[in-house]
Each structure stands twice: as structure tokens, then as C-alpha cells.
């Protein structure tokens, strides 16, 4: 229910070098497809809102709701969008057939959950593949195994060698059968956020699941989000944790993923603090009471800890671990000290992540006593909320289709507003990406921010 209002648009770049005549050809390709489609059916159904609230999928044998899939030829070369670093600038217009906030298909009534488009590149230079689905049926790791597994069934297809044998497997009973008995308390910050209610948020959850697209989309648009994907190399990311640990107790570790999510966090906060306030948003903080807290949500995959990591799991097994910080700290310098504050909290979070705990989490969202906010509420109630999703160790360059693994891979510039996606990098780099997408006012002061303009550098 909470991300049904976004569509999470993939894009993967594959380079025909060896001038193949018969690159990635599209038969086979939609062949694959479908037939991977056969394995899941979980992108054919159609997603409608439950009686408490929630959201189901209904796979319907006889209304099938079938995905987008279509084929296009581009004047556009592959070298071009190589050269320019695969900016934006250079996509094939028609690249992405979707917006920020899926919508109601006219012709069948429903909105479809899976939209892909594949794009020819001038010359059979390439292909250019978008992959766009509804976020609330599936994350970004199902939907990559999904992909992985269309380029097995396609290479099969192209090379005459089967393919192993695999299933997917779909719905929250799947979670919950593997949860302990045991239950543990959730964190302080995470039971503040989880029973936080808004006035505001209510309204917009009792609106019709078509009505409360219509109106995200305005807001959405009306905001004119902005994305950017940056770089920071590997050598800067150890040089800042050593620098961080520096400030922490003997023995301390930290992750990648805690330095990169503290950053964006301290980084985040500064330029939105930097920036003046227009009178409708301090009208809509002065109506909803808004808290003087920053609150970071740290998207965290539970596959890994309930023993889900092969299952080949659709859905959403992912839940955000809450950091809660006063906004007066906006105002600190950034500095490697500033940053092992908030790291050391991202990394006690992680650390507690166990079945029971996560159990308790699960109860939670299921409990009819205890409100669990929703996103608006979540954001509403707090000065500032940024939400960091770290995708930087899933199978992002894996699908060879039968030419090869992509030249290039990333999400839309404009996922959703106040996201940070952390994002491999081509391999065999070991670098990292992050896409960062937010109103045009905050982009321009995270571009001119001094320490963010010194770790990283601007891809497009």
C-alpha cells in the first residue's frame, strides 16, 4: 500500500561490439520474456485495495492483467549515449513509456504492473532495455531476478542450451512462515515513527486508490522533481570510513552502506536548511505540528535474514530501519566526526536486526490495535525525511541475453522525491553510484555543497 503510488523505472544499456547481425534478436527476446512471464504470473494480476486498507494482487486466470511489451527503433547510436557517460540527455526519447506515478490502463480498467520497452539503437549498435513496474507488487531485487531470468530464457533461446530449471515465489504468507515464534522490541525511534498519525495523511488514505494517484501525480509533477546520478570512488569511500572510525570506539565497524547512508543524511539536511521556505510549507508544518526532527529511513532487505535470498521471492521483504536526529544538528559542519554520529546509529540498527525483531516489525504493519503511518504520515510529522535504498550488491550486471552482460545500468533520475539509491558501478569497478532525485531548489544547493561536491563526482 505504501509504494503502490510509485513505479520504479530500471534502465539497461547493452553494446553490440562485436557488430553481431543477429544482436539480442526480438524474437527470442519477446519469446524470453513471455516465458519467464509463465514462471511469475505475479506481474499479470491486478493489484486492489484490501477492506483494512492494504493491497492485494488477484492473478486472474480468465482477465489476465497483461504486461506492456513493446519493441522500437532508435536514431540513436550506442557510441553517443557511451561517450556522453550515458547521460540522460542522449536516451532515446520514448526510452521510459511511464511516469513517476503508475496509472489506470484506459483499454482494461487496471493498472499494469509491468511495462518494458526495448529499444533498438541506430545501426544494431544496441539496446537499450526499460524495465518500469508498479513498486507496490515487487522491489528492485525481484524485479532483477525476474530480468536475469528473462535474458536465461532468451540466451537459451539464441544459443540452443537449456536453461536450469527455476520457480518464483509471491505473497506475505511466504514471509511470515518464516518468522520465529519469539518476538523483540523495536527500536525507540522505530515505535515513535511506526504510531505517528496525521490529519493530512489520513485524508489522502481515504481517498480512492485512483483518486490518490491522480492527486500524487499532481504534487508530484507540481513540485517538478529533478534527479541526478553521482559517483564516489571506492579509494574516497575507505579514506572517509577510516577517517570516521577515527571518532568511534576500538573495534567499531562500518559498513559501506552505513558511511554512504550517513552522508546523504548529513548532506540532505544541510541543503534543505540552506534553503529558504515558501509560505505553503510552513503553512503545511504549522497545521500538522510538524516535528524539529530529521528522520531517515534505511531500507533494509529482510530476504537475507529469513533465509529468502535463493526463493526467488516477489514482493516487497524490505522495511525501513528509522534514524532520529534533532534538525538544530543541520547546522553542524559536516565533518568525519559529524557523520561516525549518525553512521554508529545506522550501524546499532543493522546490527539488531533479528528474526524476532523483525517479527515484531511484521506484527506491526499487521496490527489492528497500533497505527502503522504510512509514508505520508511518516513524512508530514517530521521537518525532514530521506530515505536511502541500497541496491549496490544485487545482480545488476548478470543477464546476458546471449551477446553479453550490460555496458551500463541505473534507475530514472526521477524515482521519488528525497530517495538515495546507491547503485553499483560497471564492473570490474568497484565505485558507487548514487542517484538522488528532489525538488530543482534542493538539487541546486546538494550540487554546490562543498563536502558532498568533494566526495562525489557528477555523471549526469
Given amino acids: 500500500m505504501i509504494n503502490s503510488y510509485v513505479t520504479a523505472r530500471f534502465l539497461f544499456f ?7 547481425e543477429d544482436f539480442m534478436p526480438g524474437r527470442q527476446l519477446e519469446e524470453g520474456f513471455y516465458r519467464t512471464l509463465a514462471l511469475c504470473p505475479w506481474f499479470a494480476g491486478d493489484i486492489k485495495p484490501t477492506r483494512d486498507g492494504g493491497m492485494e494482487v488477484i492473478v486472474d486466470k480468465g482477465n489476465l492483467n497483461m504486461p506492456y511489451y513493446r519493441e522500437s527503433q532508435s536514431l540513436v547510436r550506442f557510441s553517443k549515449i557511451q561517450s556522453s557517460g550515458f547521460n540522460r540527455t542522449t536516451w532515446p526519447d520514448d526510452l521510459v513509456p511511464v511516469g513517476p506515478v503508475p496509472c489506470i490502463d484506459r483499454a482494461t ?62 505473497g506475505a504468507d511466504i514471509i511470515k512462515r518464516h518468522l520465529p515464534s519469539e518476538r523483540a522490541s523495536l527500536s525507540e525511534a522505530s515505535q ?15 481517498l480512492s486508490l485512483d483518486k490518490r494517484r491522480k492527486l500524487m501525480s499532481y504534487l508530484i509533477n ?54 529558504q521556505q515558501g509560505w505553503l510549507e510552513s503553512l503545511m508544518d504549522w497545521m500538522n505540528g510538524a516535528a524539529g526532527e530529521h528522520c531517515t529511513v ?32 543541520a547546522y553542524q559542519p559536516i565533518t568525519p566526526k559529524t557523520i561516525s554520529v549518525v553512521a554508529s546509529q545506522i550501524r546499532s540498527l543493522i546490527s ?22 504510512d509514508f505520508f504520515a511518516v513524512a508530514m510529522n517530521h521537518k525532514l525525511l ?49 542517484s538522488f532525485c528532489d525538488a530543482p531548489s534542493v538539487m541546486d544547493s546538494v550540487l554546490k555543497n562543498e563536502f558532498w561536491s568533494d566526495i562525489s563526482e557528477l555523471v549526469y
Avoid at 547493452?14 to 553481431?20: D, E, L, M, V
Avoid at 531485487?141 to 518464483?168: C, H, I, K, M, Q
Fill in 14 to 20: 547493452y553494446a553490440n561490439s562485436a557488430g553481431a
Fill in 109 to 170: 480498467g487496471m493498472v499494469k504492473l509491468l511495462h518494458v520497452h526495448v529499444v533498438r539503437l541506430k545501426d544494431n549498435s544496441g539496446v537499450a532495455i526499460s524495465v518500469n513496474f508498479n513498486h507496490g507488487v515487487a522491489d528492485g531485487t525481484s524485479v532483477l531476478n525476474y530480468f536475469n531470468r528473462w535474458a536465461d530464457e532468451t540466451r537459451a533461446l539464441v544459443t540452443g542450451v537449456p536453461v536450469a530449471e527455476a520457480t518464483f515465489c509471491f
Fill in 192 to 206: 515513535k515513527v511506526l504510531s505517528s498519525k496525521s490529519y493530512v495523511a489520513d485524508f489522502i488514505m481515504w
Fill in 222 to 275: 507540481s513540485a517538478s522533481p529533478r534527479g541526478h546520478l553521482f559517483r564516489i570512488s571506492r579509494a574516497k569511500i575507505d579514506r572517509l570510513r577510516n577517517q570516521v572510525l577515527e571518532h568511534l570506539p576500538h573495534g567499531t565497524r562500518l559498513s559501506t552502506n552505513d558511511i554512504i547512508s550517513a552522508v546523504l543524511h548529513r548532506v540532505h539536511e544541510q541543503v534543505v536548511t540552506r534553503k
Fill in 298 to 329: 534505511v531500507i533494509a532487505d529482510y530476504r537475507r535474514h529469513l533465509g529468502m535470498a535463493e526463493l526467488n521471492y516477489m514482493g516487497n521483504p524490505v522495511y525501513g530501519e528509522v534514524v532520529l536526529t534533532p534538525m538544530h544538528q
Fill in 352 to 373: 539488531a536486526l533479528t528474526l524476532p525483531r523483525i517479527g515484531q516489525t511484521v506484527d506491526a504493519f499487521d496490527s489492528d490495535e497500533k497505527h502503522a503511518a
Fill in 386 to 434: 530521506t530515505r536511502t535504498s541500497n541496491i549496490a550488491s544485487t545482480k545488476m550486471y548478470a543477464a546476458d541475453f546471449g551477446h553479453g552482460v550490460q555496458a551500463f545500468s541505473t534507475t530514472h533520475p526521477e524515482l521519488a522525491m528525497g530517495l538515495f539509491v546507491i547503485l553499483p558501478s560497471p564492473p570490474p569497478s568497484k565505485d558507487i553510484l548514487v
